[in-house]
């Protein structure tokens, strides 16, 4: 990735891409925009940008159904920005490949904090076997977790969830899916199993596992990791 990130905007509203124009760039990135699901598929192929923000409520198509059609060849960072803010909505996005999911109206230095933290770890993925968070590292080479310079000792299960919740730092992982990557697809809808592991890895982990500060609940969707 260069040092100018490129992202594509792919929304219908003038007013937002004036918006996001100005403070995108006010901030080093490089912009394109389209203003349909075809100009936006046309302009990710063409741009290959960095990240692509994109709206659900498309002219010409479902934006659900762009996020399919992209995530068949894209593997950058996606993050929704729509007015639609049903649950279904929400999971089913993030289901489907989204990294993040925000909701018009928008708190700007909101959306440029979830863009960096998503573009950091486009630049970071795979590319440090050891990770720290707090007092906390993981070396992914020899599956040891150590707290406090510690060895913390971790079922097979819980350094499964924690190493998914970290490689994916900032970005809302559904119950579905971590279900599904670390128990498997019979497993998909058992949530208590999910509760009980989040729980128990806090308690291992937080300073305070009541007031969490890694391991955060997006309620009625899933959990994200948090290091900033």
């Known amino acids: 990735m260069s040092n100018q990130a490129e992202i594509l905007v792919i929304d219908d509203e003038v007013q937002i891409r004036k918006l996001l124009e100005i403070n995108l760039d006010s901030n080093g990135y490089k912009t394109f925009f389209a203003a349909n699901a075809k100009e936006g598929l046309l302009a990710a192929a063409n741009y290959q940008p960095d990240l692509i923000i994109l709206d659900l ?9 762009v996020l399919k059609r992209l995530r068949e060849w894209f593997t950058n960072p996606i993050i929704i920005l729509t007015v639609k803010n049903s649950e279904e909505e929400i ?16 708190r700007t230095q909101e959306l440029l904090a ?4 998503a573009l950091r770890n486009l630049v970071q993925k795979e590319n440090e076997p050891i990770i720290q968070f707090g007092d906390v590292s993981i070396d992914f080479t020899s599956r040891v977790v150590k707290l406090k310079a510690e060895i913390l000792k971790l079922t097979v299960t819980e350094y499964n969830l924690l190493s998914i919740l970290v490689k994916n730092e900032g970005r809302v992982l559904t119950h579905h899916y971590l279900l599904k990557e670390v128990w498997g697809n019979s497993y998909s809808d058992q949530t208590q199993y999910l509760r009980v592991f989040v729980a128990q ?5 937080e ?8 391991i955060i609940t997006e309620s009625g969707v899933g959990y994200r990791f948090n290091t900033s």
């Open 57 to 65: 409520g498309l002219p010409d198509e479902d934006g659900q159904v």
């Open 201 to 205: 890895l806090r308690k291992k982990i």
């Open 114 to 117: 979830r863009i960096r933290t």
């Open 207 to 214: 300073e305070d596992p009541n007031r969490p500060k890694f």
């Open 91 to 106: 999971v089913t996005a993030l289901d489907s490949g989204a990294n993040d999911y925000l909701t018009k109206p928008f």
